[in-house]
């Protein structure tokens, strides 16, 4: 079946650094890519999403680049602070069936002060 | 928060009892979606709706079934627990095929 991978599982870097998440998915046919935001007991948000129309999107510190070609795309997130450290996890729609996402295992960033 | 909310947030049921979950949304979106988020799996799709009485099965089906019967309700069934239900039960909306919005989320605890 669709299948989105995701790395690493764990990111811990130091206040105002830059953090790098990345996913490879397999459908060739994926148009679009969100990427959420999960802290700790609380829902899934939606930070930031790009469609295959597009390389890449930015928003204030955090940004997602697409390769079609090789099939991953990755979030960056600069200027890192204490209140990005949660999980985040990375999705791939997929027409297998009806339109519906695959999502990646996440990623759990901390961010050391 | 978009305005969706999960019933109820936390429940605790024995092995073989049926148990019901509701998603209701005032947004008035098509799409409606379950998902269990257990550690090491991330989010992993149950069910969809993609309208009133059109339901269609995720990658994690099996021991589940879904309604939808109005547009802003999404109801989901154990219809016998197992242990391996355990999990926590996510519902999300969306206006069309892209985005998609999460409700706070029901723990559910089998024993």
């Known amino acids: 079946g669709e299948n989105v991978e995701q790395h690493p599982s764990t990111l811990s870097v130091q206040e105002g650094d830059s953090a790098v998440i990345k996913c490879t998915y397999s459908d060739s046919a994926s148009n679009y890519f969100p990427w959420y935001k999960q802290e700790l007991g609380k829902r899934p948000q939606l930070i930031i999403d790009i469609r295959s129309n597009v390389g890449e999107k930015k928003d204030q510190r955090i940004a997602v680049t697409l390769n079609k070609t090789a099939k991953h795309f990755s979030l960056h997130i600069t200027e890192t602070q204490p209140e990005d450290s949660a999980v985040y996890f990375c999705?791939?729609?997929?027409?297998?069936?009806?339109?519906?996402?695959?999502f990646g295992t996440g990623t759990r960033l901390k961010v050391l002060a | 928060d978009a305005g969706i909310t999960q019933s109820p947030r936390h429940k605790v049921t024995e092995t073989g009892t049926p148990v019901t979950l509701r998603c209701h949304q005032t947004e008035n979106h098509r799409y409606m979606y379950w998902y269990r988020q257990d550690p090491g799996h991330g989010l992993r799709l149950i069910h969809y709706s993609y309208g009133v009485k059109d339901t269609d099965k995720g990658e994690v089906s099996d021991g589940y079934s879904v309604s939808r019967s109005k547009t802003e309700d999404f109801l989901l069934t154990l219809e016998s627990a197992t242990s391996s239900q355990t999990s926590v039960y996510f519902c999300a909306i969306g206006p069309g095929v892209y985005e998609q919005y999460f409700g706070p989320g029901t723990r559910l605890t089998v024993t």
């Open positions: 999705a791939a729609s997929t027409t297998s069936g009806t339109y519906k996402y695959i």
